[in-house]
């Protein structure tokens, strides 16, 4: 009688494994690991471009779930659809393959390897950061009446900007940002119509460790199929940190250009241009113009608008302010400008403005002059005392007549003007002032 008995198991079948059925599963183990990769910078919006920080953190965590898999599993997931098993520092493999198992182990190397090479190509192919640039020429833009429009500095920029939005005057704020009197402030805001329009003019952040100029940064985001070690290195500087801001949106949409406003008033070379990025979800939108100057210096000016028709205005309004403006390398030209509409602007007269709406529309004038001069000259103390004096002037206004609208943009205005004046010189007199303007109304 001829009995045969097959047992299947490294002490039935102990071989050396193959170099290609090691490969195959090295192969299986390192695409999941990458599509694990991939899915987490996705999920936590973190840069598609490793770091060596990141790299340095990964690496424990990867041969932690390496060692889980080896201990409760037996082996890799690579190592278990190739039969293989780690003994004594030797790559065995513990059974002979038959059609079957050979077709079982390829479909499944197929399948593992295929969806993780989407998830790699859905998180870094479509990622924002690789997006082609689209070249955008824009005419410049005149204003046709300055009763609508005024001509203002905002750090290294000039340009048109709206006195009122849909009927409403346009108030400013300036978030409390350690800064001053070293460095310029952090934000100024435009209330365009809140809360779903406002537009925030950003101050300059150049980001550290750009290595090209506006022209070869120009190239890099325009070509087709620049993906170079230099490139994706000047991509992530210039564009991640917007990614990440406008990811708090979960877009569903993203578009990146290139804008250049082709004034034939400026030489080429001072002709603005830039980065324009956008991106939406389902109800809103935000728009990016990030100016760079011929020396590399990066503005930003962004637009929240919901996806309505008072949005579209909006970004029609936002894109013609663009095309106005002029971007400097030095702020001694909108120090200029600025104090000579300040020397012509007479503050005390605003107790005798009768009708309301011409007062509102003249405290935002001259809030919108004193933050253009702070943001051109943040040292300056008298600024951010006029700034507190007219929003006091405002919030009594406000709480006069009930308007909480109102009261609620000129209470933060006040505070912040008083936090900055203490930062710049606390002790001064007027600071103990504007001290108790904020105590007059913070309790409203």
């Known amino acids: 009688m001829n009995n045969r008995l097959n047992i299947k198991g490294h002490s039935a079948y102990n071989k050396k494994a193959g170099k290609s059925v090691q490969i195959l599963a090295l192969f299986v183990d390192f695409t999941w690991m990458g599509a694990l990769i991939c899915f987490t910078n996705r999920v936590f919006h973190l840069s598609p471009v490793p770091s060596l920080f990141f790299l340095f953190l990964a690496t424990p965590v990867f041969i932690f779930l390496f060692y889980i898999q080896i201990k409760f599993l037996g082996g890799s997931l690579g190592q278990i659809i190739w039969k293989l098993k780690l003994i004594k520092r030797k790559v065995i493999q513990t059974e002979k393959f038959d ?113 090209k100029n506006r022209e070869n940064l120009k190239l890099c985001l325009t070509q087709k199929w620049n993906y170079s070690i230099d490139c994706i290195d000047n991509r992530e500087k210039a564009l991640f940190r917007h990614i990440q801001e406008i990811s708090k949106l979960k877009p569903k949409q993203w578009e990146l250009k290139w804008f250049h406003i082709k004034n034939p008033a400026l030489l080429e070379g001072e002709e603005p241009q830039g980065i324009f990025m956008s991106a939406q979800n389902e109800m809103q939108a935000q728009d990016r113009f990030i100016f760079m100057s011929p020396s590399g210096a ?140 904020w105590q007059e109304i913070k309790g409203y």
């Open 298 to 437: 990066h503005q930003t000016f962004i637009l929240d608008r919901p996806l309505t028709s008072e949005g579209d205005l909006a970004r029609k309004i936002f894109e013609e302010s663009i095309q106005s403006q002029r971007i400097s390398n030095e702020l001694n030209s909108g120090r200029a400008w600025v104090d000579k509409l300040l020397g012509s602007t007479e503050i005390t007269r605003l107790n005798q403005v009768q009708n309301r709406e011409n007062f509102l529309l003249q405290v935002s004038e001259i809030q919108a002059l004193l933050l253009a001069k702070i943001s051109v000259d943040p040292k300056t103390y008298e600024s951010y005392f006029h700034l507190g004096g007219t929003s006091l002037m405002l919030a009594q206004m406000a709480i006069k007549e009930r308007k909480s609208d109102i009261t609620a943009i000129a209470k933060p205005l006040l505070l912040s003007a008083y936090q900055y004046a203490q930062d710049i010189s606390p002790q001064d007199e007027r600071t103990l002032q504007l001290k108790k303007m």
């Open 99 to 211: 059609l079957s198992t050979l077709l079982t182990a390829i479909l499944l190397t197929l399948s593992f390897v295929s969806g993780s090479l989407w998830c790699i190509r859905e998180a870094l192919w479509k990622h924002p950061l690789f997006l082609q640039s689209q070249d955008w020429e824009l005419a410049p833009y005149f204003p046709v009446s300055n009763s609508d429009w005024m001509i203002v500095p905002f750090f290294y920029s000039m340009g048109a900007w709206p006195k009122a939005f849909m009927g409403h005057p346009v108030f400013y704020s300036i978030p409390y940002e350690k800064g001053p009197p070293q460095k310029f402030i952090g934000h100024i805001i435009a209330k365009w119509d809140l809360p779903n329009i406002k537009l925030t003019l950003e101050g300059p952040r150049t980001p550290t460790g750009l290595k």
